[in-house]
């Protein structure tokens, strides 16, 4: 993997993928999952590979009793580039009334949300707030290749467990468990869609309705809004922001940490010509 830009936050690198793949990739870190029978090799020796994301479960690391990090350092996580973007732009002028609009839209391209991530290392997420904070449940697997059990674990407030021989409380154990789900990039990705109205602007003539004096040749009043409305399925902040700034920056695109996504605004105008 190349990496042109030192866009990297949370658990991702944005990254470009030799041998025909992504441009505009994102690698990040991840969950270890199970691993199933493939074949033999050449020795008659079992083959085994670990199954994808969404479908194998997670293994669960006994020394820490949570989920174990997967041990390369930075997995292959999606695409922020868009299967297709495009837009609209219409005026329709009804006598003096002139009506235009601008609509923007993007499909398919995965987002990493950055924010979020950043609220739950820092338990400011609603998601950290789950049961009160008094306790977590979560399943996964343990064992080894060829041979996994499916295991529910729950950490309570105000009890005790033991970790390889080591004492933490269950808050202490809650804690840890939010830590670890920031370990999994994939709890942050998001293949998204969005429809915006860039812009929309009012404009009416007022020039018929001064004749009959020289001074002023001609007057219009406009109301024009910027950024208005948002139709996305992406939950975070706004599917369109770059940690670059603004919505440049090709190496930070589909980078959601923390930025600040553009206003909308209203502004009104009067144009006067003598």
Same mark, same amino acid.
């Given at each position: 993997?190349?990496?042109?830009?030192?866009?990297?936050?949370?658990?991702?690198?944005?990254?470009?993928?030799?041998?025909?793949?992504?441009?505009?990739?994102?690698?990040?870190?991840?969950?270890?999952?199970?691993?199933?029978?493939?074949?033999?090799?050449?020795?008659?020796?079992?083959?085994?590979?670990?199954?994808?994301?969404?479908?194998?479960?997670?293994?669960?690391?006994?020394?820490?009793?949570?989920?174990?990090?997967?041990?390369?350092? =930075?997995?292959?996580?999606?695409?922020?580039?868009?299967?297709?973007?495009?837009?609209?732009?219409?005026?329709?002028?009804?006598?003096?009334?002139? @009506?235009?609009?601008?609509?923007?839209?993007? @499909?398919?391209?995965?987002?990493?949300?950055?924010?979020?991530? =950043?609220?739950?290392?820092?338990?400011?997420?609603?998601?950290?707030?789950?049961?009160?904070?008094?306790?977590?449940?979560?399943?996964?697997? #343990?064992?080894?290749?060829?041979?996994?059990? %499916?295991?529910?674990?729950?950490?309570?407030?105000?009890?005790?467990?033991?970790?390889?021989?080591?004492?933490?409380?269950?808050?202490?154990?809650?804690?840890? =468990?939010?830590?670890? =789900?920031?370990?999994?990039?994939?709890?942050?990705?998001?293949?998204?869609?969005?429809?915006?109205?860039?812009?929309?602007?009012?404009?009416?003539?007022?020039?018929?309705?001064?004749?009959?004096?020289?001074?002023?040749?001609?007057?219009?009043?406009?109301?024009?809004?910027?950024?208005?409305?948002?139709?996305?399925?992406?939950?975070?902040?706004?599917? %369109?922001?770059? #940690?670059?700034?603004?919505?440049?920056?090709?190496?930070?695109?589909?980078?959601?940490?923390?930025?600040?996504?553009?206003?909308?605004?209203?502004?009104?105008?009067?144009?006067?010509?003598?």
């Amino acid at each position: 993997m190349f990496y042109p830009t030192d866009a990297q936050f949370g658990g991702v690198k944005a990254a470009a993928i030799p041998g025909g793949g992504d441009f505009l990739g994102l690698v990040g870190t991840r969950m270890q999952r199970e691993t199933v029978k493939v074949g033999v090799d050449e020795s008659g020796k079992d083959k085994y590979e670990e199954l994808g994301e969404g479908a194998g479960r997670y293994v669960i690391d006994p020394t820490t009793g949570l989920y174990k990090v997967a041990s390369d350092t =930075y997995s292959y996580l999606g695409n922020r580039e868009p299967r297709f973007i495009g837009g609209l732009n219409n005026t329709i002028r009804v006598k003096n009334l002139t @009506f235009s609009f601008l609509l923007d839209f993007r @499909f398919g391209g995965d987002v990493y949300d950055g924010t979020t991530y =950043y609220m739950v290392s820092h338990g400011t997420s609603p998601l950290t707030t789950a049961n009160d904070r008094q306790s977590v449940t979560f399943t996964g697997v #343990t064992g080894s290749d060829g041979n996994w059990t %499916e295991q529910t674990i729950t950490y309570k407030a105000g009890e005790t467990y033991m970790i390889s021989g080591t004492p933490y409380s269950g808050e202490a154990m809650i804690q840890k =468990y939010w830590s670890n =789900y920031c370990s999994n990039s994939y709890n942050f990705i998001t293949s998204v869609n969005w429809l915006k109205l860039r812009s929309v602007s009012l404009t009416y003539d007022f020039t018929s309705l001064i004749k009959g004096q020289s001074v002023i040749k001609r007057l219009s009043a406009s109301v024009i809004g910027s950024n208005l409305l948002t139709w996305t399925n992406y939950k975070g902040m706004d599917p %369109e922001v770059s #940690t670059a700034g603004g919505t440049g920056g090709s190496g930070a695109t589909g980078i959601d940490y923390c930025s600040v996504p553009a206003v909308s605004t209203v502004s009104f105008g009067l144009n006067l010509t003598f």
